[in-house]
């Protein structure tokens, strides 16, 4: 599979990037071997890029997965902390659990955060500098879904890596539209940063445009890879025959690659509000007394699911 370089850096990744999101206890919550096993059939494939996050509880399959067969992906962990010291831990823990000395990416995780998040996370920010001149993180970003964070990452010269939301149909994109999303992504490139995109079948709702939705994103000059959560052998055979070029008219969408979807289990809501401060994309909304779940704001992102400590999310 071709391999791209992300911006400046000395990563290059192949065009589709594991997406370790989906697998994990805040969506599939697959057992920990089988995760570890669709791991393992990646990287045999060759696919050398994994995306992961403090707020995943991925790291132990990709642990295992790596000492299975000995290769090392290229790994990119973030997390939401925003002082320096918890920032820390996060780079800690990520480095214990999957037993490697050094992490090749790590982001600050801020999805619905606008600009300010440089401001708000500066001290988290300031760590991973740090981590990085101590030779324990080699490149430091954001992930978002905001246009205006992207657009002021393109300026920022600490920012190595950006991991924004894009596209065909715009889902989930805030403080812009699809185009000045994709603008702000040119804007990055031609600044020599490294770009991976998420979400580019928008959660699932683009599964019918499959082919259309990802030619889309990899024909933006310059995007390195997209990040495509995976959860069974057969949607990981699909990924990658697309990536190869390989796919024919005889290849069809299976069931597993259909949309997902999460719900409210009213009878356990106390009306807390956190899953709708959580929620990236304004998905969540009070109605008579409980949350609800818009279907058609929520990428299944599944970030509401661990803000709930009433466990009254669940993807069905
Ligand atoms: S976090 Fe859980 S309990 Fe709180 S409003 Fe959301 S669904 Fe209800
Ligand atoms: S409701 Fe919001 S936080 Fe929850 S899965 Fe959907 S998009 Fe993600």
Redesign the pocket.
């Known amino acids: 599979m071709r391999k791209n370089r992300l911006g400046k850096t000395d990563l290059y990744v192949t065009e589709l990037c594991f997406g370790a999101l989906p697998f994990g206890p805040l969506q599939k919550n697959i057992p920990v071997d089988e995760c570890t096993n669709l791991l393992i059939e990646a990287l045999k494939a060759g696919i050398n890029f994994i995306d992961t996050a403090q707020m995943y509880l991925t790291y132990e399959p990709i642990r295992r997965a790596m000492e299975a067969t000995g290769i090392r992906p290229v790994i990119a962990s973030k997390s939401v902390a925003g002082s320096y010291e918890d920032m820390q831990k996060a780079v800690e823990e990520a480095l214990t659990q999957l037993n490697i000395d050094t992490i090749d990416i790590f982001l600050i995780h801020a999805a619905r955060i606008d600009e300010s998040v440089f401001t708000r996370r500066a001290e988290a920010l300031r760590c991973l500098l740090d981590c990085k001149a101590r030779g324990i993180v080699r490149a430091v970003g954001v992930s978002t879904h905001s246009v205006r964070t992207v657009r002021a990452a393109a300026n920022n010269s600490d920012i190595d890596i950006v991991f924004p939301i894009l596209n065909l149909s715009g889902l989930g994109i805030l403080h812009g539209t699809r185009d000045e999303m994709e603008e702000a992504i040119k804007d990055c490139i031609a600044n020599g940063k490294g770009v991976y995109i998420m979400k580019a079948l928008g959660?699932g709702i683009l599964i019918d445009s499959y082919k259309q939705a990802l030619d889309y994103v990899r024909g933006i000059p310059g995007v390195a890879s997209v990040a495509m959560g995976m959860v069974t052998p057969r949607e990981l055979s699909y990924n990658i025959r697309y990536f190869n070029g390989e796919l024919d008219d005889t290849d069809v969408i299976h069931a597993d690659q259909a949309r997902k979807r999460?719900i409210v289990v009213k009878i356990l809501c106390t009306n807390c509000g956190r899953?709708r401060e959580?929620?990236?994309?304004e998905?969540?909304e009070e109605r008579d007394g409980v949350s609800v779940?818009n279907e058609v704001?929520?990428?299944?992102?599944?970030?509401?699911?661990s803000s709930c400590g009433e466990f009254a999310?669940r993807m069905v």
């Open positions: 959660g999460f899953c959580t929620c990236p994309n998905a969540i779940i704001r929520c990428l299944t992102c599944g970030y509401c699911v999310i």
